[in-house]
């Protein structure tokens, strides 16, 4: 099982831009897929954007598509999330995921088994 640990969540002011990190204790070219996800108290939680090394596809939720932008470094076994034009609504709790084999749902949290403890993003109206 992969290690995930996240960094480079904060606070910010609506409009503002944030990097999150997250780096692997082993190589992530073991796992298909890498995606980020969020949650807020009381709701589940949302695919925000994922990668499938294999077809070298990108996945956003509509709500952050233009917006958020997912980028895998398979040598430095790190995967980042670029966050611009932040919103209040994108404020929650962001977790790092990675997967093995295909999936027809690579936003959907049930599909993935490793998990990071997760960096908190507070956007400010």
């Known amino acids: 099982q992969a290690q995930l640990v996240e960094s480079g969540g904060g606070s910010v002011q609506a409009g503002g831009s944030l990097r999150l990190s997250c780096t692997a204790s082993r190589s992530v070219g073991s796992r298909d897929y890498m995606a980020w996800f969020r949650q807020v108290p009381g709701n589940e939680r949302e695919g925000v954007a994922a990668?499938?090394?294999?077809?070298?596809?990108?996945y956003y939720a509509a709500s952050v598509k233009g917006r958020f932008t997912i980028a895998r470094d398979n040598i430095k076994n790190t995967l980042s999330l670029q966050m611009n034009s932040l919103k209040p609504e994108d404020t929650g709790m962001y977790y790092c995921a990675a997967r093995r084999g295909y999936t027809a749902f690579p936003l959907s949290a049930k599909e993935y088994g490793d998990w990071g403890q997760g960096t908190q993003v507070t956007v400010s109206s």
């Open positions: 990668y499938y090394s294999f077809a070298e596809s990108y």
